[in-house]
C-alpha cells in the first residue's frame, strides 16, 4: 500500500523538482516547494536509500533531492549549510554531487569562509576529497582565501589529478604569484586545454612578468599536435600584455590579435572592446581605441572606462567629460575607475571646480567611496592649476594618512610653479615614509638648484650617493 501511494506521489516530485532546476523561480516559490518538500516527507530518509542511488521512476534518493535543494538556494549560503545540517541529523548522507555546489556557494560570501573548513573536513571523513570536482573546489576556495598551502596539500591528495584538478592548483598558484611551481606544474601535464594556457599567460601578465607571458603566447601559437581556439581570456590576455610592453614590436603583435578577431568573426564583446581599447591607448592609437568602442555593441562600465581614460589621456579632456555624460545617460552607474578617468581628465584641462564637485559627488550621489587614488588626482588638480598651498591643506585635511603617490603628484606640480618651500614640506615627509625614488630625487634637487639653494641642492646629492641610488640611464630606440 506504501508503494502503490509513493508512485502516486512521484509525480508531483517531479514538478517540484522541476521548479527548483528552475534558474529563473522568484524566492516565495521556492519557500512554498521547500515546504511542500517538507509535509511530504521527501526530506526524510527511505529505509532503503543510499548517497550514491541513481534516481528512477518509483524511487528518488532523498540526497538528489537535498541536492537540488541546495543548489536552488543559491545565493543565500547560511540556508544551504543549514539544509546541509539537517540534511546531517536526519541520516541522509551526501555525496559527490553534494560539496561542489555547497562549497562554490558558501565560499563567494566572506562571512560563511570558515565553514568551508567544516565542510572539506566532512568530504574526506566519506573519502570524497579524491573526487575530482571536490577537489577543485575546494583548491579554489582556499586559493580565494590566501591559503596556498592547504591549496596544495588537497590538490597533493589526489594520485592520478585529472585536468580540471591540474588547471585548479595552476590557476591558485598564478593568483599568489608562485610562478615558478605554476610553470613546473604546466610542464608535466600530459594533457592541456585552453584553460591551462590562459591561466598561466593570464598569470605571468598578472606579475609583470609580460616577456615570459610573450614567449609562452608564442609557444601556444606554434604547437601543431594539439591545435586549439583561443577563447575570450585568452584573447583579453594577450592584449593586456602587449598593452603593458613599449615599442613597435608590442603594438604590431596586439594589433595582429585585433586582425585574427576581425578574420574569425568573433563578436567584439564587452571584454574585448575594452582591452582592445586599453592596448591602443598605452600605444596613443586613438582613433583605433573610437572606433573600437563604437563597433562595440554591448558595452559594460569597464568598456566606458575604457574608452573616457583613452580620450583623457590623449589630451581630449573635455571629449571625456561628454562622454561621461554619455555614460550617465545611459543609465550606467560609476564606480571607482570610472572616477579616476574623470578626476584625471578635470586635472589635465584645469578644471578645478568641475574636478572638486564630481570628487564631492563621488559619495554623495553615487556612494563610491574616494580611496588614496583619487585623493591624489585632487591632488594634482589643485597643484596643477597653481594652488600649491590649497593641495597641501587638502592633503592636511584627508581621513586618512597620505602615501608617496600623493605627495609626489604634489612633487611635480611644484616642479613645474618652482616653488622651493613647499619642496622642502614634500621632502620631509617623503624622508619620514621611508619612500624615495631616483626621478623624485632629481626633481628635489634641479628644485632647490633653481631656487640657488645649492648647500641644499648638495646635501641632497651626498645624501643620495650614500643611499646607492643612480641616476636613470638615458635610452634610445629605433625601429628600422
Wanted: glycine share 6%.
Amino acid at each position: 500500500m506504501m508503494s502503490v501511494r509513493r508512485h502516486q506521489r512521484i509525480p508531483d516530485l517531479k514538478l517540484l523538482l522541476g521548479y527548483l532546476r528552475n534558474r529563473c523561480q522568484p524566492p516565495s516559490l521556492l519557500l512554498q516547494i521547500h515546504a511542500a518538500l517538507i509535509t511530504t516527507g521527501y526530506l526524510l530518509p527511505s529505509p532503503s536509500s543510499h548517497p550514491d542511488d541513481i534516481p528512477i521512476p518509483g524511487r528518488t534518493p532523498t540526497t538528489f533531492v537535498y541536492n537540488i535543494l541546495i543548489r536552488a538556494y543559491r545565493g543565500l549560503p547560511h540556508a544551504c549549510l543549514i539544509l546541509f545540517s539537517q540534511m546531517l541529523s536526519h541520516g541522509v548522507l551526501p555525496n559527490h554531487h553534494t560539496f561542489p555546489s555547497l562549497i562554490k556557494v558558501v565560499a563567494a560570501t566572506y562571512c560563511c569562509t570558515y565553514s568551508v573548513p567544516t565542510l572539506h573536513s566532512q568530504a574526506f571523513r566519506r573519502g570524497l576529497t579524491l573526487d575530482g570536482f571536490i577537489n577543485c573546489s575546494i583548491v579554489d576556495f582556499y586559493a580565494r582565501a590566501h591559503d596556498l598551502d592547504s591549496a596544495r596539500k588537497t590538490f597533493d591528495e589526489l594520485s592520478y589529478p585529472d585536468l580540471a584538478s591540474c588547471n585548479s592548483i595552476l590557476h591558485a598558484l598564478c593568483l599568489h604569484g608562485n610562478l615558478a611551481s605554476a610553470l613546473r606544474v604546466f610542464d608535466r601535464m600530459v594533457d592541456r586545454d585552453i584553460i591551462t594556457w590562459a591561466s598561466l599567460i593570464n598569470g605571468y601578465a598578472k606579475n609583470y612578468e609580460f616577456h615570459s607571458a610573450i614567449s609562452l603566447f608564442r609557444r601556444w601559437i606554434m604547437q601543431k599536435d594539439v591545435p586549439l581556439t583561443p577563447n575570450e581570456a585568452m584573447l583579453v590576455g594577450a592584449l593586456s600584455v602587449f598593452a603593458n610592453l613599449d615599442g613597435l614590436d608590442a603594438q604590431l603583435n596586439g594589433r595582429e590579435i585585433h586582425g585574427y578577431i576581425i578574420r574569425n568573426e568573433a563578436p567584439l564583446t564587452a571584454f574585448l572592446g575594452t582591452a582592445l581599447i586599453d592596448m591602443y591607448n598605452k600605444h596613443g592609437l586613438l582613433s583605433y581605441c573610437t572606433s573600437i568602442f563604437k563597433a562595440t555593441l554591448e558595452k559594460e562600465v569597464c568598456t566606458w572606462n575604457a574608452m573616457i581614460s583613452a580620450l583623457a589621456c590623449n589630451g581630449k579632456a573635455i571629449e571625456a567629460l561628454i562622454l561621461f555624460e554619455e555614460f550617465r545617460a545611459a543609465d550606467m552607474h560609476p564606480n571607482h575607475i570610472t572616477f579616476v578617468a574623470v578626476l584625471s581628465a578635470c586635472s589635465r584641462q584645469k578644471l578645478v571646480e568641475i574636478g572638486l564637485e564630481w570628487f564631492k559627488a563621488m559619495y554623495s550621489r553615487f556612494g563610491v567611496v574616494p580611496l588614496m587614488e583619487h585623493y591624489g588626482c585632487v591632488v594634482d588638480i589643485l597643484a596643477r592649476a597653481g594652488f600649491l598651498k590649497e593641495a597641501v591643506e587638502f592633503i592636511r585635511r584627508m581621513p586618512f594618512e597620505a602615501d608617496a603617490s600623493v605627495w609626489g603628484a604634489l612633487l611635480g606640480s611644484c616642479k613645474v610653479h618652482e616653488d622651493a618651500q613647499i619642496v622642502d614640506n614634500v621632502r620631509k615627509e617623503l624622508a619620514r615614509l621611508h619612500f624615495g625614488s631616483s626621478s623624485r630625487n632629481m626633481i628635489l634637487r634641479n628644485l632647490y638648484a633653481a631656487a640657488e639653494r645649492w648647500n641644499d641642492a648638495a646635501e641632497l646629492k651626498i645624501a643620495w650617493e650614500k643611499s646607492g641610488m643612480r641616476k636613470p640611464t638615458g635610452h634610445s630606440w629605433i625601429v628600422s
